[in-house]
């Protein structure tokens, strides 16, 4: 078992619940009007975005690091009644990601308190989106009020997020690059305003 993997088993294993069990609010605003077909929910988690695509017709493909979580969303999917639309796999998504061909691939909040090799990591799942398919990355902009930052840490914005993903001239087009404020819950269940950031790309060719 890798540093990674057991961090978040651990994480995962001291909650019944980490997250709320709700599709990611970009998401739903992102995806709701799109034509439902196969999907891949990269660092899928609990399962919150995974079963609220299958819920909407899609064929999901959801991964993530963490065999606890992953028992957990398959639970979900179990209780949600769509357990038959969605495949769980376990990926270290920084040597390999699900294999295939996806009309929408989904990455939402993929950080990590380790050394994990995002930019690599989104330019592989840009390879497995078909063509008229859509690539969504939704990622934070700034760090919660109590996160200790070290020199040299920081988050992407969105035009980094696309310069990092090197896509081909005339292959792709930008449909969302924004930031937005979401309310959040702190450890001590103290609501604060963070800013969260939205890339959407669809492939051309």
Request: with cysteine; charged share 20%.
């Amino acid at each position: 078992m890798s540093a990674e993997q057991e961090f978040w088993d651990t994480m995962y294993a001291r909650h019944d619940r980490v997250w709320s069990g709700k599709a990611n609010a970009a998401l739903v605003r992102e995806a709701a009007e799109l034509e439902p077909g196969h999907a891949l929910d990269l660092g899928c988690g609990e399962g919150g975005d995974a079963i609220w695509l299958a819920q909407r017709g899609w064929q999901v493909t959801a991964a993530d690091i963490s065999q606890v979580a992953l028992e957990r969303a398959a639970a979900h999917a179990v209780s949600a009644g769509v357990a038959d639309r969605i495949d769980w796999q376990w990926h270290d998504l920084g040597v390999s990601v699900p294999s295939g061909s996806f009309d929408l691939v989904s990455a939402h909040f993929l950080h990590s308190y380790g050394d994990l090799p995002r930019e690599a990591i989104l330019r592989a799942a840009a390879a497995t989106v078909a063509p008229g398919g859509v690539l969504l990355v939704v990622g934070h902009a700034d760090f919660p009020p109590w996160h200790e930052t070290h020199p040299g840490q920081r988050l992407p914005t969105p035009d980094e997020v696309l310069k990092a993903l090197e896509l081909p001239d005339g292959q792709w087009e930008v449909l969302v690059n924004e930031e937005f404020q979401q309310i959040q819950k702190g450890p001590d269940g103290q609501e604060f305003s963070r800013t969260n950031n939205t890339l959407k790309v669809r492939r051309l060719q």
